[in-house]
């Protein structure tokens, strides 16, 4: 950040603390709250709203003198007229008073710096607040869509370079980087890292398909910071607070501006609201790409989000709940990235095999948590196909060869069922037999790709790790020693899978590291796929 002189400082202080009098406004309010952002200070006054914008000059916003402050007030009010004409009324000086401050005309000579005036409107009416009550319904989301088509239809088209799967890789690498610069948790910087690679891989696998999107003109001048609460919906549907620091942030695909709602409407506990707005905004017009696209760049505004939240959390004193709370808000967002990069990869089914104790449910089910697929298990899906519990210890009946049978038929359907409704799916299973892979195959189906993970483990840790496990409570696996041992003489290698889709990996490691490596194959095969 750099450094601004303290009579710039001074000035600020002296405004804001004007503004949040109510004698400072001519409509004179009862009151007038407060409220902050990582770039702005907000003043609801009465039936009206001021926006003040910070002294700031960060690596993404330059608002460092009064002059930039005013022409880009400016510029937030003519791009904002676009969405929302009858909230946004117009820019305003600030005069220092002996006693206070007063409102000025935006060209008057005393004004010392500059703010935003707007219609103060219902909140309560705001996407966010409607998905909080649980008031959002289906028929506001395909109004909102058929509001954001005919927006973008209607855009200024934006010329790109010869490369616009570069320019989408260097904005998500300059962020990351950006990010990077304020995150210091360990887990924080290798989950940036990881995407890193991930959005080079993307951009790579998809860099036609993007040139093509550039060449049909759906690169347009956008609002490029659609979040759920700045959309209103009442008896019509506006749209607030659209970004103006930077015309880079707003000239953008228009599935990239319509992926930051998708992404705000899951940060809120809604992404089926978003899948449900996506699909409208193709009904009604648009073409928002497939549904990897969305998500990669979804998982581009969950951490767009995620710096912005730690920048706030570098606002606020060290070691204060404030601070705790913002850093915290940080991880979930690049958490949420993540998953949004795993859907990015789909259509999958990630098949996660080895022996008995070889640490593949514990893979898996790590897998599982970081996508957000479903951890299908075979021994679930026996014992559920038998009508015992889980954690009941089944018969020697049920691992006869017919059970197998029945066992992997019924993993396929279900794995063939969750790619149709969730795009992807984890499979834990031992797949130890060629006939065990060709029934899965063959109830499967042709559904996704499927790419084998195969656990490998030293002998000793596998009888360590068989006898460890027969003194757990309520486990739901059957393999003791003797069958890992048994296992082990019986296994067939997957010859029959190709090479391309298996990876081996040595899961005597810490899972973390092991799921490093399964995200660099899914990258990999993102390149290759070009």
């Known amino acids: 950040m750099a450094q601004l002189d303290e009579s710039a ?7 804001r603390a004007g503004l949040a009098r109510p004698e400072s406004y001519p409509h004179q309010p009862a009151t007038v709250e407060v409220r902050e952002t990582h770039l702005s200070w907000v003043f609801l006054a009465g039936d009206r709203v001021y926006k003040l914008k910070k002294p700031l000059v960060l690596d993404f916003v330059d608002y460092g003198s009064a002059a930039r402050r005013r022409e880009l007030c400016g510029e937030e009010v003519r791009l904002n007229r676009r969405l929302a004409s009858d909230i946004y009324l117009g820019v305003r000086g600030v005069a220092v008073k002996a006693d206070g401050v007063e409102l000025v005309a935006e060209d008057d000579p005393r004004a010392l710096d500059f703010i935003v005036e707007m219609v103060r409107y219902d909140e309560g009416n705001s996407m966010a607040a409607k998905l909080e009550r649980g008031e959002l319904a289906h028929d506001d989301i395909a109004a909102v869509a058929r509001v954001l088509f005919q927006f973008h239809a209607r855009a200024r088209r934006v010329a790109v370079g010869r490369s616009p799967a570069l320019a989408v890789e260097r904005r998500f690498e300059r962020n990351l980087h950006e990010l990077l610069s304020c995150a210091e948790q360990r887990g924080e910087i290798d989950r940036a890292l990881s995407l890193e690679r991930f959005a080079h891989a993307f951009t790579v696998g998809h860099a036609v398909s993007l040139q093509s999107r550039a060449n049909r003109g759906l690169v347009r001048e956008g609002h ?6 700045h959309v209103i919906i009442d008896n019509d549907v506006r749209i607030v607070d659209c970004v103006e620091f930077d015309p880079e942030f707003r000239q953008l695909d228009v599935a990239d501006d319509l992926a930051f709602l998708v992404f705000d409407l899951a940060a809120h506990g809604g992404a089926h609201f978003g899948e449900a707005l996506v699909d409208a905004y193709r009904d009604a017009g648009g073409d928002p790409g497939d549904r990897s696209l969305v998500a990669f760049y979804a998982s581009y505004r ?17 070691s204060s709940a404030s601070q705790g709370q913002a850093s915290m808000h940080a991880r979930d967002l690049i958490l949420l990235a993540e998953r949004f990069a795993w859907r990015a990869r789909l259509p999958l089914a990630l098949i996660v095999c080895g022996l008995p104790a070889s640490g593949k449910s514990l893979l898996a089910g790590a897998l599982a948590e970081r996508s957000g697929l479903a951890h299908v298990s075979s021994d679930i899906t026996r014992k559920r ?13 049920i691992y006869r060869p017919e059970w197998n049978a029945r066992t992997y038929a019924e993993l396929g359907r279900r794995a063939a069922h969750e790619v149709a409704t969730r795009g992807g799916a984890i499979v834990d299973a031992t797949f130890r037999h060629g006939a065990d892979r060709q029934v899965f195959a063959g109830a499967f189906g042709t559904a996704a790709p499927s790419l084998f993970i195969e656990c490998l483990a030293p002998a000793a840790v596998l009888a360590e790790r068989a006898a460890d496990r027969e003194s757990e409570p309520g486990r739901i696996s059957d393999a003791d020693a ?3 041992e048994r296992e082990q003489r019986s296994w067939e290698p997957l010859d029959d899978v190709p090479g391309s889709a298996h990876l081996a990996v040595r899961s005597d490691r810490p899972v973390e590291q092991v799921v490093g490596d399964v995200l660099a194959l899914l990258d990999r095969r993102l390149v290759e796929l070009a």
Do not use: C, H, T, W
């Open 9 to 15: 400082i001074e000035n600020s202080e002296r405004v």
């Open 224 to 229: 490029g910071d659609l979040r759920a609460e």
């Open 302 to 318: 969950a951490l767009v989000r995620a710096k912005v939240a730690l920048v706030r959390a570098a606002q606020y004193p060290a």
């Open 385 to 397: 196909l038998a009508a015992i519990d889980p954690s009941q210890r089944g018969s020697a009946d």
């Open 482 to 484: 003797e069958v890992v």
